[in-house]
């Protein structure tokens, strides 16, 4: 059987947000297709548990300590994978986060907190790693954004205008980096049972359950998704099988047309 | 290594317009990824070649001309799938033609002629395997439309309509089918170098010269891409890989996103 084009065998790779969720499934599936992977996050033990669940694989990995808001740590996060592999072929900026907060109630400091933490956090990962691809000529960024970045998100909307940003920051950046060989793509996943998710959905269902019923009947497949089904996504990102993809955010969602509507009204 | 997550053994594909171009690659790349072949298309010697290349993977292989457009020829290529095969895990939609003509010199035949095409040929080819899916428990439908069908492509209107409409075809199906267990996923390939291109690139060459070169300057990555380079996206979109992905149009047009000018 031939699945050579997926293939990431020896391929040195920088997964952001890798200590659970999301981040740390695609750094597992990067390192199951043959990647060798840094993976970085504010909690240490997180990381390192991630970094040994890699070498287990039978690749090398690299735990380091980042918070991705940061110019120094993320120069750090960067060189010290230039001292361990002398490369980097994918950098996945998968660190963000998220919360909920009717707009009439947002606060200056919290609007700023959150484009530092999900939309400064990509152009600080995109920008470091990007020098040296530049200079290798070669490279694969893939953005992990949200479907609410296509879809309004009533009660997120500082959240959905900074996965925007990184969508149309993909599509910009690809044009801008063609002709060097570097690839720019995003990730756009919609309901992912992560841990911050599941708590969200399990608060919903106790406090409003008529919303938590409405949120399943706009998934089509009528489930969350699971971490571990994100994997596919970004090993095809990341590999030759998509040589001639640049600028894209690939949706998995599950078929959702819409988030939730009036959750801004109620008290939460 | 494992990459078990995009393996296909043993799955049944139909591919239309599988005998050259971007369906060939397509059908010859589910081979390499494991999977069986129907090879539809209009009956010429290229078909059989194509399913020569699937038996030399060490794959199954059927052809069966096929005109896509019309309910007994799309009837008759289940048929003789299930028969062969008793199955139908993938159905890839394919098949299609374009023609070059501004909307207000375009016949109603012609018009008619570019939907039959391109997105009747789809409904038809999705019914038909859907109705097989479902009483399998499953399956995965992927159609080929174009990034003609998502921005414009002067000149070609009505095949960037029936594009468009593929792709929407695409959304409302994914929910329809949700239920059942298959998902509906299409593909929107740019400038792909395939046979039928390069003939057209030749001939509107003969009449602008430096035509080729500003096609390709309108893509970022500076190139064509060649039909082996949607063979990724077509596994992708057909394995377990993309389990929780349906309704969506995934483009692989290396950054394009104007077509004519």
Do not use: C
């Not at chain 1, 990067?30 to 997180?46: D, Y």
């Not at chain 1, 919290?110 to 691809?133: Q, Y």
């Not at chain 1, 640049?246 to 509507?261: A, Q, R």
């Amino acid at each position: 059987m031939g699945l050579e084009l997926f293939d990431l065998s020896d391929r040195i790779a920088v997964v952001t947000g890798a200590g659970r969720g999301i981040g740390k499934s695609i750094a597992l599936g990067l390192a199951e297709a043959g990647a060798h992977v840094v993976v970085a996050a504010r909690t240490v033990s997180q990381i390192e548990e991630t970094a040994e669940e890699i070498t287990r694989l039978g690749r090398k990995s690299l735990a380091i300590p980042t918070d991705m808001q940061y110019a120094e740590p993320v120069e750090n996060l960067i060189s010290a994978t230039m001292k361990e592999f002398k490369r980097i072929d994918i950098m996945v900026n998968n660190a963000g986060g998220n919360f909920y907060r009717p707009f009439a109630d947002m606060t200056e400091r919290a609007w700023d907190a959150l484009m530092r933490e999900d939309l400064k956090s990509v152009f600080l990962g995109t920008s470091t790693a990007g020098k040296l691809m530049l200079e290798q000529k070669q490279g694969s960024i893939i953005n992990v954004a949200s479907a609410a970045g296509f879809i309004p998100f009533p009660g997120m909307v500082h959240y959905a205008t900074a996965k925007a940003a990184v969508i149309h920051f993909t599509r910009s950046l690809a044009h801008e980096w063609a002709p060097f060989n570097i690839r720019v793509n995003g990730i756009a996943p919609g309901f992912i049972e992560t841990p911050g998710v599941t708590d969200f959905v399990n608060a919903l269902k106790d406090t409003r359950p008529e919303m938590a019923d409405e949120f399943m009947s706009n998934i089509a497949m009528k489930r969350m998704g699971r971490p571990d089904e994100i994997k596919g996504l970004a090993i095809f990102l990341a590999s030759d099988a998509s040589s001639y993809i640049t600028g894209v955010t690939v949706e998995i969602t599950g078929g959702m047309t819409k988030f939730l509507s009036g959750l801004g009204d109620g008290d939460s | 290594m494992s990459l078990s997550l995009f393996d296909l053994s043993d799955r049944v594909a139909i591919v239309t317009g599988g005998s050259r171009g971007i369906g060939r690659a397509i059908a010859l790349g589910f081979a390499d990824a494991g999977a069986h072949l129907v090879i539809a298309a209009r009956g010429t010697p290229d078909m059989e070649g194509a399913a020569a290349e699937v038996r030399a993977r060490g794959r199954r292989a059927l052809s069966v001309p096929t005109d896509v457009r019309r309910k007994a020829g799309v009837d008759n290529l289940v048929k003789r799938t299930l028969e062969e095969f008793g199955r139908i895990d993938i159905l890839v939609n394919n098949a299609g033609t374009y023609v070059w003509s501004p909307a207000v010199e375009m016949s109603e035949r012609a018009w008619d002629g570019m939907f039959s095409s391109n997105m009747k040929s789809v409904f038809l080819g999705s019914r038909a395997a859907a109705r097989v899916m479902m009483k399998q428990g499953g399956g995965t439908i992927i159609n080929i439309s174009s990034m003609a069908g998502l921005v414009p492509d002067p000149g070609r209107t009505a095949y960037s309509a029936a594009k468009a409409g593929v792709i929407n075809f695409t959304r409302n199906l994914a929910i329809e089918l949700a239920p059942h267990n298959i998902r509906v996923n299409a593909i929107a390939p740019g400038l792909i170098l395939t046979p039928g291109i390069k003939q057209e690139v030749k001939e509107t060459r003969k009449k602008r010269p430096g035509f080729r070169t500003s096609v390709v300057g309108r893509v970022p990555m500076g190139r064509v891409g060649m039909p082996e380079e949607l063979v990724g996206a077509a596994i992708y979109l057909a394995s377990a890989a993309s389990a929780y992905v349906t309704g969506t149009t995934l483009e692989v047009a290396g950054g394009l996103t104007i077509l004519a000018d």
